[in-house]
């Protein structure tokens, strides 16, 4: 089974340390046991959704906030760019602009 | 996977140490200073204009490294100052031990070379006025070569670990360097600080969404207020510009790896550090005056930063890489590190120590990290590195005003 890790028990994250095929089961490793089904092929080094997300929450790896949901993200869904987004150094989003 | 293996990227690391003898490498004494790595005679350009001579020369003698300049011709003020003793800097180096200095006219050169004298050791001078540039690559291949002969009569002796500085850079990075290699040069970092030498970590805008972290491991105050406000510079200047700094951090091989956010990245990268306090915040390229973890603010691209520690006097640089940057430095011999199983098969002729271990045999941070510091050792005392047996060293030195 495709493995994935997860570094902090509050994560909602986990990263892949093999390639896997959408409706392949990961086994999950580290801060939390147990297994996702992916809902995507999802590559080598991405993250998979561990724990559901509504549009704007924070998205949690190593236990610290690495950026917002832009929709909600579902469990064993891929979770990168296309559902997630910075809240730092914003300038595109700074007032006036 | 076990879990011990894990917990380094951010959990604690018992360190065991006081235990061993002094750790020594093999190095160049110098007259001043700490001991080199190298013992290369540095051809360096004064300006941007004596580059195709510099390298002529350093081409045309064995012992010899190029060390050539973008611009400082048409700089002024402490803009010039700046890029005077940015090269000044890497002369200085203790990987350095001698320099040929190839100007254009007399004053810009001598106002490197005064900078260079106070560390002892030679420093000769060229200049493509009047006579151009063949005059001027004969007369600089004549006295290199005379240079590295005298050089190569120094011989390696036992030195103080303590003596090493070592800069800590990733490059190329996705999610396998912070559960990886960066945390395995993070033990490396506190092997060192621990047996009294000193590591470097910069990159300010990879600090954007992990700074709180490591400005608690601030040892007072000011060290905190002033490794706070270089990070807040950084981000000022992305809103400043109006922009979503998501286009170049992450960069689009660091997303291709997985990493998503600049805030992902930045946890990552803040593994390369270690579990040492923060003795001090450095300007570019600025020489730490104590031992111990420091931070230098400076830009992030690997060719740019590794310049900045070259100059600042690293002798050694430990580069974490994920998706594979082969990139080194001119000055200052560089440990590419890398646990992407992927990498490490495609880019393998680039990369000099393999930390996919932890993923694929379940071994600890720890003992990778004790392994590298074994490597680092040997790289200091003669080890060759890829970057070093395939020529891919560059120099570059940040700007950060324009020219008259």
Redesign the interface.
Same mark, same amino acid.
């Given at each position: 089974m495709p493995?994935c890790?997860v570094?902090?028990p509050t994560d909602n994250v986990a990263?892949?340390?093999d390639t896997a095929r959408a409706g392949e089961d990961c086994t999950l490793?580290?801060?939390r046991q147990g297994a996702v089904r992916l809902l995507q092929d999802v590559?080598?080094?991405?993250?998979v959704c561990i724990t559901e997300v509504p549009r704007g929450g924070e998205?949690l790896?190593?236990?610290?906030?690495?950026?917002r949901a832009t929709q909600s993200i579902t469990v064993g869904e891929h979770?990168?760019?296309q559902n997630?987004?910075?809240?730092?150094?914003?300038?595109?989003?700074?007032e006036g602009? | 996977?076990s879990?011990t293996s894990?917990r380094p990227?951010?959990g604690a690391i018992s360190l065991k140490v006081g235990k061993n003898m002094a750790k020594t490498f093999l190095g160049y004494r110098r007259a001043q200073g700490r001991a080199g790595v190298r013992n290369w005679i540095a051809v360096i350009s004064v300006m941007d204009n004596c580059n195709p001579v510099t390298r002529a020369i350093s081409q045309a003698v064995a012992g010899t490294i190029p060390v050539t300049a973008m611009f400082v011709r048409g700089q002024f003020g402490a803009d010039l100052e700046f890029a005077l003793g940015a090269l000044a800097g890497m002369g200085r180096n203790p990987n350095i031990g001698g320099v040929l200095l190839v100007g254009l006219e007399p004053e810009s050169t001598e106002a490197v070379a005064s900078l260079i004298r106070p560390t002892g050791k030679p420093v000769e001078r060229v200049h493509l006025q009047p006579d151009g540039t063949i005059e001027c690559i004969a007369r600089g291949t004549r006295l290199a070569a005379r240079m590295a002969l005298q050089a190569s009569q120094a011989r390696r002796e036992s030195c103080p670990i303590s003596d090493l500085t070592i800069g800590l850079e990733c490059g190329g990075s996705?999610?396998?360097s912070?559960?990886s290699c960066n945390p395995a040069i993070g033990r490396m970092a506190d092997r060192l600080v621990a047996d009294g030498g000193t590591v470097i970590i910069s990159e300010t805008?990879e600090f954007?969404?992990?700074e709180h972290?490591f400005a608690a491991r601030a040892i007072d105050e000011q060290v905190k207020r002033d490794f706070l406000a270089a990070v807040k510079r950084?981000?000022d200047l992305?809103?400043?510009?109006?922009? #979503?700094?998501?286009d170049s951090?992450p960069a689009p091989d660091n997303?291709r790896?997985?990493l998503?956010?600049?805030?992902?990245k930045a946890?990552g990268a803040l593994a390369k550090a270690g579990k040492s306090p923060l003795v001090g915040v450095l300007g570019y390229g600025q020489p730490p005056v104590r031992q111990g973890l420091h931070f230098m603010d400076a830009p992030s691209a690997a060719v740019e930063n590794l310049t900045a520690f070259a100059i600042s006097g690293c002798q050694l640089n430990c580069f974490g890489t994920?998706v594979g940057n082969p990139i080194g430095n001119m000055v200052s011999p560089t440990l590419k590190i890398c646990g #992407?199983t992927?990498t490490l098969q495609s880019m393998r002729d680039n990369l000099d120590f393999d930390v996919s271990a932890v993923?694929e045999s379940s071994a600890s941070i720890a003992d990778l990290g004790d392994q590298l510091y074994e490597r680092v050792t040997d790289v200091a005392s003669g080890t060759l590195v890829t970057s070093e047996l395939l020529n891919v060293r560059e120099t570059a030195v940040s700007r950060f005003e324009r020219s008259l």
């Amino acid at each position: 089974m495709p493995r994935c890790i997860v570094l902090h028990p509050t994560d909602n994250v986990a990263t892949l340390i093999d390639t896997a095929r959408a409706g392949e089961d990961c086994t999950l490793q580290g801060e939390r046991q147990g297994a996702v089904r992916l809902l995507q092929d999802v590559a080598f080094g991405h993250k998979v959704c561990i724990t559901e997300v509504p549009r704007g929450g924070e998205i949690l790896k190593y236990g610290q906030v690495i950026g917002r949901a832009t929709q909600s993200i579902t469990v064993g869904e891929h979770a990168h760019v296309q559902n997630i987004d910075s809240a730092r150094a914003r300038g595109d989003l700074a007032e006036g602009r | 996977m076990s879990r011990t293996s894990i917990r380094p990227v951010l959990g604690a690391i018992s360190l065991k140490v006081g235990k061993n003898m002094a750790k020594t490498f093999l190095g160049y004494r110098r007259a001043q200073g700490r001991a080199g790595v190298r013992n290369w005679i540095a051809v360096i350009s004064v300006m941007d204009n004596c580059n195709p001579v510099t390298r002529a020369i350093s081409q045309a003698v064995a012992g010899t490294i190029p060390v050539t300049a973008m611009f400082v011709r048409g700089q002024f003020g402490a803009d010039l100052e700046f890029a005077l003793g940015a090269l000044a800097g890497m002369g200085r180096n203790p990987n350095i031990g001698g320099v040929l200095l190839v100007g254009l006219e007399p004053e810009s050169t001598e106002a490197v070379a005064s900078l260079i004298r106070p560390t002892g050791k030679p420093v000769e001078r060229v200049h493509l006025q009047p006579d151009g540039t063949i005059e001027c690559i004969a007369r600089g291949t004549r006295l290199a070569a005379r240079m590295a002969l005298q050089a190569s009569q120094a011989r390696r002796e036992s030195c103080p670990i303590s003596d090493l500085t070592i800069g800590l850079e990733c490059g190329g990075s996705d999610t396998t360097s912070g559960l990886s290699c960066n945390p395995a040069i993070g033990r490396m970092a506190d092997r060192l600080v621990a047996d009294g030498g000193t590591v470097i970590i910069s990159e300010t805008s990879e600090f954007i969404g992990a700074e709180h972290l490591f400005a608690a491991r601030a040892i007072d105050e000011q060290v905190k207020r002033d490794f706070l406000a270089a990070v807040k510079r950084m981000e000022d200047l992305a809103v400043g510009r109006g922009v #979503n700094m998501r286009d170049s951090q992450p960069a689009p091989d660091n997303k291709r790896g997985g990493l998503t956010t600049v805030e992902e990245k930045a946890l990552g990268a803040l593994a390369k550090a270690g579990k040492s306090p923060l003795v001090g915040v450095l300007g570019y390229g600025q020489p730490p005056v104590r031992q111990g973890l420091h931070f230098m603010d400076a830009p992030s691209a690997a060719v740019e930063n590794l310049t900045a520690f070259a100059i600042s006097g690293c002798q050694l640089n430990c580069f974490g890489t994920g998706v594979g940057n082969p990139i080194g430095n001119m000055v200052s011999p560089t440990l590419k590190i890398c646990g #992407n199983t992927n990498t490490l098969q495609s880019m393998r002729d680039n990369l000099d120590f393999d930390v996919s271990a932890v993923f694929e045999s379940s071994a600890s941070i720890a003992d990778l990290g004790d392994q590298l510091y074994e490597r680092v050792t040997d790289v200091a005392s003669g080890t060759l590195v890829t970057s070093e047996l395939l020529n891919v060293r560059e120099t570059a030195v940040s700007r950060f005003e324009r020219s008259l």
